[in-house]
């Protein structure tokens, strides 16, 4: 308790920070998905409240996740009623609780450190593009939108120049002024001063643009933002008109296999997802803080019963959310913790001041949140490491602007997995020689996909040489390698190449004939 006490000055603006991006997002994923629009609100709450205090992990924010936009919004269609979706969602956090038990979190563990990067890269990247129109007033496409395929017919790139046809003036005002005070905010001048250092740049970002907003609407000017160019949280009149945003499940639909079976597809991809962002995040943390993934499966199961309890979103560890948390200089889980305690009294106290914040200067907030996920020497990192790390990092960046998250990581790892494999098999067979003499060298794993270079190299032995094959660094040798060395031995003499075998403790390396002019060495 003691280190949440000590790290306060950096974890409360930290959590404002988090709050002004987590709002506008949750509100869009909620009408995205045809649920209730407080519905992103719960979700938001409990991410922040209930998984931060469970969780691990020191950075991650969790919440309504884009990456289930499409499957929430499908079921709800299938299932018709809303509180039968919410028991799917109850569903889905006991599977993930199971799942948590199980130990599935190592699942994580094996996505490859280029395909991690990628995604946050590709994630910066999106933030950019598809916060571009919001930042010029063009709001047709809900905010937090991180697919390809729009909904309003367009995609990630189509939307831009569509954009430019319908901009809003106040919009782009608020949205460039916005972006450079944001950039004046992380130059050293302005982080040298103590006031600054407790001011975050983004909540001056949000009462500029509200101030400038408010200021056209009430001079009766035209250009004045409003409509789907504000936050649009629901307001209650009483305490009892806010209770009845929140909604319990219907569990007589129990036995109702639909609900089953997206209580499965949440679970399976809500923990994945979650998987990911905690990996992802864990490479920001300057501290290098490993979260342990089981907990986290565990911490999300419990969220997500509680959500579905009260009436909210399926939800999960959200990169953009985290990414920002990291970005503001978060350094313990409270930040986490605080922004759902503040998104609760928000909502409850002053909504009608939030709904006055325009989606323009929120939108410039994430643009400068994606510029720090996507920054040019990350890429020029990966270039140097060499094409067997960058191939695989930029394919996932491609793969991930061009599909979703979930399909672009598949298709990163597929890339990456090509290059491990390919590294293998080069460096599986050693073959060096100096005149007639030639050594040939198996090294870990010799598998039949090594079958034609061992066939290449022991065909292009002259005449008259002297050849040594030594497998005594082998780990495995695959029973095809172990024919094809043996063909070469039996009919070695017809070239007069004299062959000397060495080998360990590899039992199955034998030798189909003793004749000279083998010779033996084991």
Request: aromatic fraction near 10%; proline fraction near 5%; charge should be positive.
């Amino acid at each position: 308790m003691k280190k949440y006490f000590q790290n306060a000055g950096a974890d409360v603006p930290a959590s404002i920070v988090v709050l002004l991006v987590a709002l506008p997002l949750c509100l869009g994923i909620a009408l995205a998905s045809g649920a209730p629009l407080f519905s992103g609100i719960i979700a938001g709450i409990v991410g922040g409240v209930v998984v931060g205090t469970l969780s691990g992990s020191q950075l991650s924010v969790s919440g309504p996740a884009a990456g289930l936009t499409a499957i929430v919004a499908v079921a709800i269609g299938k299932l018709h009623v809303y509180d039968a979706f919410l028991l799917a969602v109850v569903i889905a956090g006991v599977l993930q609780l199971t799942l948590g038990f199980l130990k599935a979190g190592i699942i994580g563990d094996y996505i490859p450190n280029s395909v991690i990067k990628g995604m946050l890269a590709a994630i910066g990247l999106i933030l950019i593009l598809k916060q571009l129109p919001h930042l010029v007033g063009f709001d047709r496409d809900f905010v937090g939108d991180e697919d390809f395929a729009q909904a309003d017919k367009a995609n990630t790139f189509s939307e831009l120049p569509n954009a430019l046809k319908a901009f809003a003036p106040v919009a782009i005002f608020i949205g460039v002024v916005s972006v450079l005070l944001l950039i004046l905010w992380e130059r050293p001048f302005f982080k040298k001063q103590a006031l600054f250092t407790y001011i975050p740049g983004p909540l001056v970002v949000v009462i500029f643009g509200a101030l400038v907003n408010q200021y056209f609407a009430l001079s009766g000017s035209g250009f004045a933002l409003k409509g789907k160019e504000m936050v649009s949280l629901p307001v209650a009149t009483n305490i009892n008109h806010f209770f009845s945003f929140f909604t319990s499940p219907n569990f007589s639909y129990i036995t109702s296999p639909e609900v089953w079976k997206t209580g499965l597809t949440l679970a399976v991809v809500a923990s994945l997802e979650t998987l990911l962002g905690i990996e992802a995040v864990d490479k920001l943390d300057a501290l290098k803080r490993v979260t342990p993934t089981n907990r986290e499966l565990k911490a999300q199961g419990i969220g997500n019963i509680v959500s579905g309890l009260i009436g909210g979103l399926p939800l999960t560890s959200v990169i953009v959310r985290s990414s920002a948390n990291v970005g503001s200089g978060a350094k313990t889980k409270a930040s986490a913790i605080m922004h759902g305690l503040f998104m609760l009294l928000c909502v409850l106290l002053i909504p009608s001041v939030l709904n006055k914040i325009p989606l323009a200067a929120l939108a410039a907030i994430l643009v400068f949140t994606g510029y720090k996920l996507a920054k040019i020497p990350l890429f020029k990192d990966f270039y140097a490491k060499g094409w067997d790390q960058f191939v695989p990092f930029v394919a996932t960046i491609i793969a991930i602007l061009m599909t979703d998250l979930l399909i672009g990581i598949l298709i990163g790892i597929g890339v990456g997995l090509f290059f491990m494999i390919r590294s293998n098999f080069r460096s599986a067979i050693l073959v060096v020689h100096d005149k007639d003499h030639y050594l040939i060298r198996l090294r870990k794993d010799v598998s039949f996909l090594n079958k034609p270079i061992i066939k290449r190299k022991l065909e292009s032995v002259p005449a008259n040489a002297y050849v040594i094959i030594d497998a005594t660094r082998a780990d495995f040798i695959d029973k095809d390698i172990i024919e094809e060395i043996n063909n070469f031995m039996l009919h070695a003499h017809l070239k007069n190449i004299t062959v000397e075998m060495k080998r360990s403790a590899y039992k199955s390396m034998h030798v189909l004939f003793n004749e000279p002019p083998l010779r033996l060495a084991v």
